[in-house]
């Protein structure tokens, strides 16, 4: 059964930092393309940032370019999400899924799969 599991979300001001986690099971990690997702209120899901487990290659969306990094560790079958410079139009809920390996990698929602249950990050001005 696959499960990916969040943690690190909470309250934290603007200019603030958070290191979310995800936690997989149930494939074959180091094969698989990796992306967190968020949703605000009221908007559309949207991709942040995906990472290929396989040879690292990521995709950023705009709007985080400079400000979050995204990483795996293979090892313990977890990729995290640094955020830093946060701003209050970063609060959302924040999903971490996965799909199988693609050539280029991309973040588009259609393409995955299987997803976390989400961990809410909420940035006060």
């Known amino acids: 059964e696959v499960q990916l599991v969040e943690s690190g979300g909470g309250l934290v001001q603007a200019g603030g930092s958070l290191r979310l986690s995800c936690a997989a099971s149930g494939f074959t990690f180091d094969e698989a393309v990796i992306g967190w997702f968020r949703q605000a209120p009221g908007k559309e899901r949207e991709g942040v940032s995906c990472?290929?487990?396989?040879?690292?290659?990521?995709y950023y969306a705009d709007s985080v370019k400079g400000r979050f990094t995204i990483s795996s560790d293979n090892a313990k079958n977890t990729v995290y999400l640094q955020v830093n410079s946060l701003k209050p139009e970063d609060t959302a809920v924040y999903f971490c899924?996965?799909?199988?390996?693609?050539?280029?990698?991309?973040?588009?929602?259609?393409?995955?799969?299987?997803w976390g249950q989400g961990t809410q990050v909420t940035v006060s001005s």
């Open positions: 899924a996965a799909r199988p390996p693609i050539e280029v990698v991309t973040c588009l929602e259609t393409d995955f799969g299987s």
């Open positions: 990472i290929s487990s396989s040879d690292g290659s990521t």
